[in-house]
């Protein structure tokens, strides 16, 4: 069971290979960066995603992201995230799987011997605005946090699963 997130991040890519490519796709932009309130980043975050594979009703793609906080320097969050986009038009079904690491600094700082970071794996089941042809992007969605790393974190139960989630605004180019 602790391996799952893992191997659906390695089998979400796949997914697309046997899909039908069509000539027309149906997202012409395949960038967007934005700004996200809570989600995989915690309380804030910067992304960029690019779709890489489309389909006349999927597309699938990649995310990295990053937020910062305090002011202690090394309070570092990374963000990585495999996902797909089921729909057509401007709404849309926001699907995926990512892994976010953290420095040690943000949650403790004073333990010594142990890992300097943790690992979070953070699924997606969100809905997401966006044109095909580019524009704002917005998006809501359910984003729990499992603990996958030895460091408990704080705002997670000890159970190592905690309901969390999403808001995000952005530009789709």
């Known amino acids: 069971m602790r ?6 991040c390695f089998c979400l890519p796949l997914i697309g290979i046997a899909q039908k490519r069509i000539e027309k796709a149906p997202f012409r932009s395949r960038n967007t960066i934005y700004l996200e309130g809570l989600g995989a980043g915690g309380f804030y975050s910067l992304n960029y995603e690019r779709l890489l594979l489309i389909t006349e009703k999927q597309a699938y ?4 992201g990053t937020s910062y906080f305090g002011n202690i320097p090394g309070n570092l969050v990374l963000i990585g995230e495999l996902f797909t986009l089921v729909g057509k038009g401007n709404h849309h079904g926001d699907f995926g799987i990512g892994l976010t690491g953290v420095t040690k600094n943000t949650i403790e700082p004073s333990l010594v011997g142990s890992r300097n970071y943790f690992l979070l794996a953070i699924p997606r089941l ?3 605005y ?5 524009g704002l992007m917005v998006r809501a969605g359910f984003t729990p946090l499992i ?5 408990r974190v704080p705002i997670i139960t000890t159970a190592g699963f905690q309901p969390w989630l999403g808001l995000s605004i952005g530009h789709s180019f």
């Open 3 to 8: 391996y799952l997130p893992i191997l659906l």
């Open 61 to 64: 793609g990649f995310r990295v």
């Open 126 to 128: 969100s809905y997401r």
């Open 130 to 134: 966006q044109k095909p042809t580019g």
């Open 147 to 151: 603990d996958l790393s030895s460091i």
